[in-house]
């Protein structure tokens, strides 16, 4: 028997004012599988992510994460603050900017959800910050300020802050456009490592090489929709569709060709 697939998104709606940005979207993520959206900005890659973790509210629809089931739409009852904080616990976001905390070091920034989350003691948070911060090749900048990092540290350090909780899942949204082309290859290794771990993840990202290498499935998305999916290189390789083929010619074989940077949607 196989097993539950460890996200599952149903019939997922999301409008903003009179703009629908995702129409209908239905997908399924198996455990320990990496999975890529792909497509043109303004899509509704970004959006699609943050319904999976309830950043934002979708408008129909229902997303499972693990045991985690919400229903949305009308009359729907929407999770609580506590229930809410639990399950974002779950499902760590990495977003394309880092959001670190400026006034703690590297090492404080990854000890402070486990322990004001996750009530670890400040002993335990720390063993495993260091850890993770070796994990991700940062041992020697513990004691910095994200003032004194790179991005690609910064980002580096965002990845251990979002695994020091100990998620089950995790997303990555652009984690890498907002950094200089010679950073982007750190934080991509990182990825590729836990993708490699059997981490469940995925990745909103315009590294269209990488997504072949890295991701079981690619999604392609424009206009709201799902227009084409299935395993990586056949998607990027030999995409069916007319849409598909048009978006990945921008790129040239090898992803070295950038469209322009990811929008909000």
Same mark, same amino acid.
């Given at each position: 028997?196989?097993?539950?697939?460890?996200?599952?998104?149903?019939?997922?709606?999301?409008?903003?004012?009179?703009?629908?940005?995702?129409? @209908?979207?239905?997908?399924?993520?198996?455990?320990?599988?990496?999975?890529?959206?792909?497509?043109?900005?303004?899509?509704?890659?970004?959006?699609?992510?943050?319904?999976?973790?309830?950043?934002?509210?979708?408008?129909?629809?229902?997303?499972?994460?693990? $045991?985690?089931?919400?229903?949305?739409?009308?009359?729907?009852?929407?999770? $609580?603050?506590?229930?809410?904080?639990?399950?974002?616990?779950?499902? $760590?976001?990495?977003?394309?900017?880092?959001?670190?905390?400026?006034?703690?070091?590297?090492?404080?920034?990854?000890?402070?959800?486990?322990?004001?989350?996750?009530?670890?003691?400040?002993?335990?948070?720390?063993?495993?910050?260091?850890?993770?911060?070796?994990?991700?090749?940062?041992? @020697?900048?513990?004691?910095?300020?994200?003032?004194?990092?790179? $991005?690609?540290?910064?980002?580096?350090?965002?990845?251990?802050?979002?695994?020091?909780?100990?998620?089950?899942?995790?997303?990555? @949204?652009?984690?890498?456009?907002?950094?200089?082309?010679?950073?982007?290859?750190?934080?991509?290794?990182?990825?590729?490592?836990?993708?490699?771990?059997?981490?469940?993840?995925?990745?909103?990202?315009?590294?269209?090489?990488?997504?072949?290498?890295?991701?079981?499935?690619?999604?392609?998305?424009? @206009?709201?929709?799902?227009?084409?999916?299935?395993?990586?290189?056949?998607?990027?390789?030999?995409?069916?569709?007319?849409?598909?083929?048009?978006?990945?010619?921008?790129?040239?074989?090898?992803?070295?060709?950038?469209?322009?940077?990811?929008?909000?949607?």
């Amino acid at each position: 028997m196989n097993p539950q697939p460890k996200i599952e998104i149903a019939a997922l709606r999301k409008q903003f004012g009179q703009l629908v940005v995702l129409k @209908d979207i239905n997908l399924t993520v198996e455990q320990g599988s990496v999975v890529a959206l792909i497509g043109p900005s303004g899509s509704g890659k970004s959006t699609l992510l943050r319904c999976i973790n309830l950043l934002v509210t979708p408008n129909g629809g229902s997303v499972r994460v693990g $045991g985690d089931s919400f229903v949305f739409g009308t009359g729907a009852k929407l999770p $609580g603050t506590r229930e809410l904080a639990r399950f974002r616990a779950n499902t $760590g976001m990495v977003f394309q900017h880092f959001n670190l905390f400026p006034h703690m070091t590297a090492l404080g920034n990854v000890m402070e959800g486990p322990v004001t989350v996750r009530g670890k003691s400040k002993r335990e948070a720390r063993e495993l910050a260091l850890t993770l911060l070796a994990k991700v090749g940062l041992s @020697d900048k513990v004691d910095e300020y994200p003032s004194r990092l790179s $991005g690609g540290q910064k980002q580096r350090v965002a990845i251990a802050r979002a695994l020091a909780m100990e998620p089950d899942v995790m997303l990555f @949204d652009e984690a890498t456009s907002a950094l200089d082309p010679e950073l982007v290859g750190e934080v991509l290794s990182v990825m590729q490592k836990l993708a490699s771990e059997g981490m469940t993840m995925v990745i909103v990202t315009h590294e269209i090489a990488f997504a072949r290498e890295v991701a079981d499935r690619v999604i392609f998305m424009r @206009d709201g929709l799902v227009i084409e999916e299935g395993p990586a290189r056949q998607v990027i390789d030999a995409p069916r569709e007319a849409a598909t083929q048009a978006f990945l010619s921008h790129f040239h074989r090898g992803g070295a060709a950038t469209p322009p940077a990811e929008t909000a949607l």
